[in-house]
């Protein structure tokens, strides 16, 4: 199989099509379009207030990547370390920031810009992941929702085969694209450094960090670097800790790759891009192990029909991919002073990480302090009656036990 993947390597070791140089003219044209045009910058305003992000933080990070490539792990962390420093915006596409800041007609890469203009300090991070692992991620983010209409249990009882099936005849058309090369607004390094493991670039002063989900036992140098923090890289959000696990464990388990997708994946532009050789030929001979005979994917028609069902079948629900962090990026008092003591026990080694919701935060603050408020009126009383006290001299009162913003 060795001699086989080197074959295929030799032919596909190319640059993706896509990548372009921008004339540093029209870059300076999209900054000037933007400031020149006061409806724009009121509607680039109105999204910051969406994003809540028009706050006194002076530094802005833009999580803009693809689901399904690692990214809530990077947020959960970014927003546990680095929430008293930094805005810390998760976003994939246009898509998602009409469905959930109902923001239209703006794009991603304008809001980024339109941050540096009021001169914010902004960095752009993306991430890259292997193609089937992210294939097989994306297909078992909806399983139960969009491909198939079953609670996880009902389809624990489904024949792991019919679901491979599915799958295979559909991996053409999921998991696609790459942020950074696709869609980033800048000019790219004509070859990926393998040595040093991520790309940095800054344009329009706003830097743009590319990471390699490969290497997320190396973020934490890199990050500590370019952001200046120190962090840990938190797992969350992972396939295996939600209710479809036992299924997702057993299509892992059994999945082989039919042939002619693994020939189809190595001529992957951004695989070539973001893999050395060397990197290329692992991945593949691991999965030139688990290949199966050769089955027939949907046509282009036929998977616009099979969209079409799935689409109507869920009453055109959208399926933009909403994240369940662990943290939810709340930077309230009560979400601070819980996240910081998060931190605190991560970096002493604690693995299991409690979530941070503002409601239980809040709740959990409001009681906190009700047990120092009765603890120091407990003692009080010893000395004297409570009723002999002049409510002035109170230590505190019941506004300031709820008061956390
Ligand atoms: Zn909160």
Same mark, same amino acid.
């Given at each position: 199989m060795d001699n086989a993947a080197n074959e295929i390597m030799n032919e596909s070791n190319k640059m993706p099509t896509n990548i372009k140089k921008e004339e540093n003219n029209s870059k300076q044209n999209v900054l000037n379009n933007i400031i020149n045009n006061p409806l724009k910058m009121k509607c680039l305003c109105e999204a910051n207030t969406s994003l809540h992000? *028009?706050?006194?933080? *002076?530094k802005i990070i833009f999580v803009y990547s693809k689901p399904k490539v690692g990214s809530t792990s990077l947020v959960t962390s970014l927003r546990i370390f680095a929430s008293n420093i930094f805005n810390i915006v998760h976003i994939h596409d246009e898509e998602m920031l009409k469905v959930l800041?109902?923001?239209?007609?703006?794009?991603v890469n304008e809001i980024i810009l339109y941050n540096k203009i009021i001169g914010k300090q902004v960095y752009v991070i993306d991430i890259y992941r292997t193609p089937i692992e992210r294939k097989i991620s994306t297909f078992f983010? !909806?399983?139960?929702?969009?491909?198939?209409?079953?609670?996880p249990e009902q389809l624990e009882k489904y024949k792991i085969e019919h679901i491979i099936e599915r799958f295979n005849k559909i991996f053409p058309y999921i998991g696609n694209g790459d942020n950074f090369l696709d869609v980033y607004d800048i000019e790219k390094p004509q070859s990926f450094p393998y040595d040093k493991k991520y790309i940095s670039i800054t344009e329009n002063d706003i830097k743009y960090i590319k990471l390699r989900l490969k290497d997320s036992h190396s973020w934490e140098t890199i990050l500590q670097d370019e952001l200046k923090i120190k962090i840990k890289i938190i797992r969350d959000y992972e396939t295996t800790s939600k209710p479809i696990n036992t299924i997702y464990t057993k299509f892992k388990k059994h999945y082989k790759i039919p042939f002619k997708h693994l020939e189809d994946i190595q001529k992957c532009s951004y695989l070539n891009y973001y893999y050395s050789p060397d990197e290329k030929i692992q991945y593949l001979n691991d999965w030139y192990n688990k290949t199966s005979s050769n089955i027939i994917s949907f046509t282009p028609d036929e998977f616009k029909l099979y969209e079409y069902i799935c689409i109507e079948n869920n009453n055109h629900?959208?399926?933009?991919?909403l994240n369940h962090y662990?943290?939810?990026?709340? &930077?309230c008092k009560a979400c601070q002073i819980k996240r910081n003591a998060i931190a605190k026990q991560i970096l002493k080694g604690e693995q299991r990480v409690e979530r941070i919701f503002h409601e239980e935060a809040k709740s959990e603050l409001i009681e906190n302090r009700l047990n120092v408020f009765n603890k120091i009126m407990n003692s009080l009383s010893k000395k004297q009656? &409570?009723?002999? !006290? !002049?409510?002035? *001299?109170? &230590?505190?009162?019941m506004k300031n036990i709820v008061d956390f913003r």
């Open positions: 992000i *028009n706050n006194s933080l *002076n800041g109902n923001i239209h007609d703006i794009t983010e !909806k399983i139960n929702t969009y491909h198939y209409m079953a609670e629900a959208t399926f933009v991919q662990l943290d939810e990026g709340c &930077i009656t &409570i009723q002999q !006290k !002049k409510p002035n *001299n109170r &230590i505190t009162t």
